[in-house]
């Protein structure tokens, strides 16, 4: 395994076009999440799935944005009518979970090299 | 939510020079990582480090929970230590690593 791929890297589009990004994680990871970084700022969190649930969603996230992940495995992330304020590079990241005395606790995340957007 | 503060914003060091980041979180944490931001955008991991002390190389880290801060040392910069430096924390009330702001880093020759 060579870590979390994203697909494409890059992306140009026209304002209103739809487009579809993949995420393939480490293949052990039950968790899975997507961020966006726009220039010059830390990334921030869009969405969090653990398996094939979608467990959390960011304000960030508007009704254009989706993210599936079917049967746990790679996940896609689609932005419906893109405007230019969705330009950004998108990342995104896996960690695995495990059980400790204390609950479930989160792993060490891997992030993928991003998949950057770029609409004229 | 968490919330998370890098000190500096910017830094530039001479090369051979040595430097300590800063990292503060407002809440207790689960997880604590640091990462480098290359040119290129991928962000590589340097330490998983909820509590305690690691060392790497020339890089090490100390988590002081019960104070709520990280601190990250680079130990005789090279011009390759150029480039972002990222906090990420999770918040005991959720899954998401919420991020800081970054520490741009620059080392000159």
């Known amino acids: 395994d060579t870590g979390v791929s994203q697909n494409p890297r890059h992306k140009i589009t026209k304002r209103g076009q739809n487009v579809t990004f993949r995420c393939d994680p480490i293949s052990e990871h039950n968790r899975l999440y997507w961020y966006r970084q726009t220039l010059g700022q830390g990334p921030e969190f869009l969405t969090y799935?653990?398996?094939?649930?979608?467990?959390?969603k960011s304000r960030l996230l508007s009704d254009r944005f989706s993210a599936e992940r079917p049967k746990g495995s790679f996940s896609t992330l689609e932005i419906q009518r893109t405007e230019q304020g969705d330009s950004a590079m998108y990342l995104c990241?896996?960690?695995?979970?495990?059980?400790?005395?204390?609950?479930?606790?989160?792993?060490?995340?891997?992030f993928g090299q991003g998949t950057r957007l770029t609409v004229v | 939510g968490i919330q998370v503060e890098q000190s500096p914003p910017d830094l530039i060091l001479q090369e051979g020079a040595n430097s300590t980041l800063r990292c503060n979180f407002s809440?207790?944490?689960?997880?604590l990582q640091w990462f480098h931001q290359n040119p290129w955008g991928q962000l590589i991991n340097l330490f998983y480090i909820p509590s305690g002390t690691k060392q790497n190389g020339r890089l090490s880290a100390t988590t002081v929970a019960t104070e709520r801060y990280s601190l990250l040392y680079i130990s005789s910069s090279q011009t390759t230590d150029s480039g972002v430096y990222f906090c990420?924390?999770?918040?005991?009330?959720?899954?998401?690593?919420?991020f800081g702001a970054g520490t741009r880093l620059f080392v000159k020759a």
């Open positions: 990241a896996s960690s695995g979970g495990i059980y400790r005395a204390r609950g479930f606790r989160d792993t060490e995340a891997f």
């Open positions: 799935f653990q398996n094939e649930a979608q467990l959390e």
């Open positions: 990420a924390a999770d918040g005991t009330g959720g899954f998401k690593t919420i």
């Open positions: 809440d207790s944490v689960n997880n």
